[in-house]
């Protein structure tokens, strides 16, 4: 085999995966206005001004885009919101880093619709399998992630141990949820911004001598 053809071999599947890569983050960002749903490869490929036999190539029915396009939205969120703020050593400060990190992935509408996990979520509350068990396992990690900073925090004294972790972790992201819910239908990032006050009044109220209370 010439060195061109191998070459060439070694290109085709980079440009495919970059093809991939293309469709389905234009996927994630459809899908938080037309819905996961909504999402059929005759539309996707008029977004994306691609043939619709070239999507065809890449997923094989319209619940594989659906699951593809959750692990690329996962992608997306956790090197935007996630990864920035994980060498943060202090659990309290990662804690309020980690909600304003997610309120401005919101508010720069890195995806157009807010958050994909909120709007996909309450399409899919009602339809059980593959995708929604995909959303499920997304909102478990991110409580867990929530509740083992506040876990840590009180751990060290940080926040008294007045509520659980999976209390308070309920209660920040009740906040930041309505605050994306909000600044979707007003496009008014005041929403976020109170958002961001509850979150910091919510963790100063616990701020100061430790609790005796144990959960």
């Known amino acids: 085999m010439s060195s061109m053809e191998t070459q060439s071999e070694q290109v085709r599947p980079r440009k495919g995966a970059r093809s991939r890569a293309t469709i389905l983050h234009a996927a994630a960002e459809l899908a ?6 909504g999402l059929s490869l005759a539309a996707l490929a008029s977004h994306i001004g691609m043939s619709k036999s ?15 396009t959750v692990d690329t939205a996962k992608e997306i969120f956790d090197s935007d919101v ?8 202090n659990p309290l400060e990662q804690l309020r880093a980690l909600s304003d990190a997610f309120l401005s992935h ?3 509408r890195v995806f157009p619709g807010g958050c994909f996990f909120i709007s996909a979520s309450a399409e899919f ?3 059980p399998g593959p995708v929604k068990d995909k959303l499920l396992a ?12 506040i876990a840590d925090a009180q751990k060290r004294d940080l926040l008294r141990a007045d509520d659980s972790p999976s209390q308070l972790s309920f209660e920040l992201t009740s906040y930041l949820l309505m605050a ?8 008014d990032p005041t929403y976020l911004e109170q ?17 005796t209370t144990r959960f």
């Open 106 to 108: 919101v508010e720069r």
């Open 82 to 89: 996630i990864e920035p703020i994980s060498e943060i050593e």
């Open 195 to 211: 958002a961001q006050n509850a979150v910091r009044r919510r963790l100063e109220s616990l701020q100061g001598k430790a609790s």
């Open 138 to 149: 997304f909102q478990a990690e991110w409580s867990e992630r929530m509740e083992q900073l």
């Open 54 to 68: 070239g999507l065809f190539a890449h997923f094989e029915s319209k619940e594989a885009l659906q699951l593809a």
């Open 32 to 37: 938080t206005i037309a819905g996961l749903n």
């Open 180 to 187: 994306n819910t909000a600044f979707v239908m007003h496009n």
């Open 125 to 127: 509350d009602t339809h």
